[in-house]
């Protein structure tokens, strides 16, 4: 699956706030949505993987929706902190690796 | 999951040396993929490495530039040959998981490379 895009690029937003950013990939040939995080100097970690259309996940502050008939998926974050600091990737797939990864949203989390 | 090591961590090389990084799972994996990200891109699968047989490498992507070694079911490393600066990026080892929703990927923590 290719032409993943993800947006913003980059933001930042004061501790406390409640922030979000896009998924948008192509419906066709859509089996999983999978949302990693990637913080500076550690590894990628996976925090959700969604195949249902409607689907909502939920790791304490941060939740992800899905919606496969339109091709996007939504990352909130609720009382953002700075550790939430990181980039944000996303890679739709078709049920098989290697993965195809967007751009990632650069989040910044000002104390 | 699985727990993957990348050795070096970071490197900073002259332009025309090479670079060999090894990547060390701790349980025996069938795939394991080469990403690189470049200052400002995505996450860029390099290539495909399977015990075995030779890797396969992306468009865009040769082998003379970036050969591959896959020794055993637990080991890879990644050469980047004949360095130039745009060479420099993050390159990350990664093997897949199957879970009950399919398949999944497992990241190293990356080679940061500078080359000058």
């Known amino acids: 699956i290719l032409n993943v895009e993800q947006s913003p690029q980059s933001l930042h937003v004061q501790e406390g706030d409640s922030t979000n950013f896009t998924c948008s990939f192509p419906s066709s040939n859509f089996y999983a949505l999978h ?7 550690k590894s990628p970690e996976a925090l959700f993987v969604m195949t249902l259309n409607g689907d909502e996940k939920k790791k304490g502050r941060i939740s992800a929706t899905l919606n496969t008939k339109e091709g996007y998926s939504y990352l909130y974050i609720k009382g953002s902190q700075p550790e939430d600091s990181a980039t944000y990737l996303c890679a739709p797939s ?17 104390a | ?108 923590p990356g080679t940061r490379l500078l080359v000058l």
């Not at chain 2, 080469?34 to 490495?49: K, V």
């Not at chain 2, 992306?58 to 020794?71: A, H, M």
């Not at chain 2, 897949?96 to 929703?101: D, I, L």
Request: hydrophobic fraction near 35%; proline fraction near 5%.
């Open chain 1, 35 to 41: 949302w990693y995080r990637w913080e500076t100097a």
């Open chain 1, 94 to 110: 078709s049920g098989n690796t290697p993965l195809v990864f967007g751009k990632g949203t650069r989040l910044s989390v000002i």
């Open chain 2, 1 to 108: 999951s699985a727990v993957i090591s990348q050795k070096p961590s970071r490197d900073i090389c002259q332009r025309g040396t090479s670079l060999t990084i090894q990547c060390q799972v701790d349980s025996q994996v069938t795939m394991m993929f080469w990403y690189r990200q470049q200052p400002g891109q995505s996450l860029t699968l390099i290539a495909t490495a399977n015990q075995g047989s030779e890797a396969t490498y992306e468009s865009g992507f040769v082998i003379d530039k970036f050969p591959i070694s896959r020794p055993n079911l637990t080991f890879s490393t990644l050469t980047v040959s004949n360095m130039s600066p745009e060479d420099s990026s993050i390159y990350l080892c990664s093997v897949e998981r199957t879970r009950a929703w399919g398949e999944t990927q497992y990241f190293g």
